[in-house]
């Protein structure tokens, strides 16, 4: 059999998500995957359910020693286990998405030991390099061989920074087909609402999770704050950095907000879908609305994701603004037109795109009799934008 294998590494909830579709399609496409999960988040139990969810089956192999270790130590104890695995499996081509310490790291063991990078969600750019995250995606957009870029603007910043234009293509961000594909249909959704005691249109749905927002605890408090003051009910489903911070700094809870344990993606979009207002500093939310037709309220000091901005999906703010933009984006005619408004995203078929583009970038099995392959720009073509 000449199809080569192909790893794909990932360490956390939202590259899971997001890679769902890809794997997916690298499956129908006959493509043997080996799929590694670092472990940045969350406990085995949690990670397959996760993966059940997306309708994956579980990762073949969980990495050691990385969830809870600080960065430094996630990306070398990563890097050394991916480049064991990797010497052993011979991937002809290994698949990372976003911008992760995991995804960073598997970016590095596969460019040194010689196998081709394909990056999902390339070319993304804060211009902020105090995030984390901004430098994981250059040193990614470094190394990478096939560059996955959701939106025009996105392959713009790898071209202006010098990539090759034969390696950036615009696939859109699998995300879309994700959103779709999770979203119940509305006697589940409606049943999602009933459980969690909250009502269609009734409240806001918010997620704090980045270190600007929970590490510094006057910039927490600020933020829970401004939840608190939106005049109406507020149910924060609680990463658990934000609910370590939240203890360790003694901070007290607005009478508004109710804290609840993380949920599943289909409940988490079903609650998306039914609340007046989403307020969140994730990057994928930014991306969910814009499938779900919401408004949102991004509490940073950056974003990588203008296009949300752009659509009219989302107002960037500090805590002190959140009442502000809350009000300009629950106009009427302003959320009328964001129902029917289409994702700057993509068009649900970023997944297919890119395992097109895995397959024509990938090396051979070894000892296997060379095939002609097309060249990556013909294999992103075969499945048009
Ligand atoms: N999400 C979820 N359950 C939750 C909160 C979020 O399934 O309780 C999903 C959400 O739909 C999105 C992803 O997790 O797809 C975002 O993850 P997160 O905000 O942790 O990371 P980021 O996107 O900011 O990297």
């Known amino acids: 059999m000449n199809a080569p294998r192909v790893t794909v590494v990932m360490g956390t909830r939202p590259e899971i998500i997001k890679l769902a579709p890809v794997l997916l399609a690298l499956e129908a496409l006959g493509v043997e995957q080996d799929v590694v999960f670092t472990g940045q988040h969350y406990d085995p139990e949690l990670t397959e359910v996760f993966f059940r969810g997306c309708g994956l089956r579980p990762p073949a192999t969980v990495l050691e020693g990385v969830g809870g270790a600080d960065r430094v130590d996630q990306i070398t104890a990563s890097i050394a286990q991916l480049s064991l695995r990797m010497r052993a499996q011979r991937p002809g081509a290994v698949v990372v998405q976003g911008d992760t310490n995991s995804a960073n790291a598997g970016a590095q063991a596969a460019h040194y030991l010689g196998v081709p990078v394909v990056h999902v969600e390339a070319g993304l750019r804060s211009n902020d390099r105090a995030m984390p995250e901004e430098v994981n995606r250059l040193l990614i957009g470094a190394l990478a ?49 009933r459980d969690v005691g909250v009502e269609q249109d009734g409240y806001v749905l918010a997620t704090v999770h980045r270190p600007e927002n929970t590490d510094d605890p006057q910039r ?43 949920v599943g993606h289909t ?47 989302s107002v960037l703010t500090s805590a002190a603004g959140v009442r502000e933009a809350a009000a300009s984006l629950l106009r009427p005619e302003h959320l009328a037109a964001l129902a029917t408004r289409p994702s700057p995203f993509g068009d649900g078929r970023a997944g297919l795109r890119i395992a097109a583009l895995t397959l024509a970038a990938a090396l051979p099995p070894a000892g296997s009799v060379p095939a002609p392959a097309p060249a990556p720009a013909a294999a992103a073509r075969a499945v048009p934008v």
């Open 145 to 193: 061989d096939v560059h996955c870029c959701a939106t025009a603007a996105n392959a713009e910043n790898l071209l202006r920074a010098g990539t090759p234009a034969r390696a950036v293509h615009v696939t859109g961000n699998p995300i879309v087909e994700a959103t779709r594909r999770a979203l119940p249909g509305p006697v589940q959704q409606s049943r999602f609402l």
């Open 267 to 313: 409940e988490f979009l079903s609650l998306a879908a039914g609340s007046r207002l989403v307020v969140s500093d994730s990057g994928g939310v930014q991306e969910e609305v814009t499938v779900l037709g919401k408004p949102l309220v991004v509490v940073r000091n950056s974003t990588e994701r203008p296009e949300a901005v752009d659509a009219g999906f």
């Open 220 to 262: 927490l408090r600020d933020l829970l704050g401004a939840l608190g003051d939106l005049g109406l009910p507020v149910l924060l489903p609680l990463h658990p950095r934000t609910r370590a911070r939240l203890e360790g700094f003694g901070l007290a809870v607005p009478a508004a907000v109710r804290l609840h344990e993380p």
